[in-house]
């Protein structure tokens, strides 16, 4: 079946070093590729999204890498801060239904 | 803009009872969704409206599940009878077509619990 998974269901990072999050998909035929954040007892946040075309995208302090050899998708932030403490979810989007992964959950070591 | 607004924040039922979870999109935002959030399946889409009207419905687990919407600013998740595997976080999400395809504004969420 079609499905988008995260490779680690953890993460942990000091806080100023660059967090790294990856996840893998099955579904080639998706037009975009999105990561969400979830804060606790929030609902889901849009962080940013790349389109199956690019393989490279930048916001701020947060760049999303896609590699359609491997369907590997990944989110890397720079100096981690407290505030990004949270679990991170890729999905993608198919005519308006998006697909979650199961989610990362980064904690930002003081 | 005070975002998607859901109300009961929590609520707690016994088996068997109906429940009715509610949301008001932002306002101007033309599609609306529902989730559902567990443990055990993650965050799953359960139905989404475009101008008010139902387009995709297949993710709702059975007919003990409906949902409407009235107006642009109303939508309401009911479940009839419910049970204690219906216990969940249920989300409710808009989003503009004007605006980002893949940004969905997601409200606080209503935490239901079956007993």
């Known amino acids: 079946g079609e499905s988008v998974g995260l490779h680690l269901p953890t993460l942990s990072v000091q806080e100023g070093d660059n967090s790294i999050i990856n996840c893998a998909y099955s579904?080639?035929?998706?037009?975009?590729f999105i990561w969400y954040k979830q804060e606790s007892g929030k609902g889901p946040q849009f962080i940013i999204d790349?389109?199956?075309?690019?393989d490279k995208r930048q916001g701020q302090r947060v760049t999303v890498l896609l590699n359609k050899t491997v369907k590997h998708l990944s989110l890397q932030i720079a100096a981690t801060q407290p505030g990004d403490s949270a679990v991170y979810f890729c999905?993608?989007?198919?005519?308006?239904?998006?697909?979650f992964g199961a989610g990362t959950t980064v904690t930002v070591r003081a | 803009d005070a975002g998607v607004i859901q109300s009961p924040r929590h609520e707690v039922t016994e088996m068997g009872q109906e429940v009715t979870l509610r949301c008001k999109p932002i306002?101007?935002?033309?599609?609306l969704f529902w989730y559902r959030q567990t443990m055990m399946r993650g965050l799953e889409l359960l139905i989404y409206?475009?101008?008010?009207?139902?387009?995709?419905d297949s993710g709702m687990p059975e007919d003990r599940f409906s949902a409407k919407m009235p107006n642009a600013s109303f939508s309401t998740l009911k479940i009839q009878p419910s049970e204690p595997r219906d216990s969940a976080v249920y989300f409710c999400?808009?989003?503009?077509?004007?605006?980002?395809?893949?940004?969905?504004?997601f409200g606080p969420g209503t935490r239901l619990t079956v007993l």
């Open positions: 579904n080639s035929a998706s037009d975009y």
């Open positions: 306002s101007g935002h033309d599609y």
């Open positions: 999400a808009s989003s503009s077509s004007s605006a980002s395809y893949n940004e969905q504004f």
């Open positions: 999905a993608e989007n198919n005519d308006y239904k998006l697909s």
């Open positions: 409206f475009n101008n008010n009207v139902p387009i995709d």
């Open positions: 790349i389109r199956s075309n690019m």
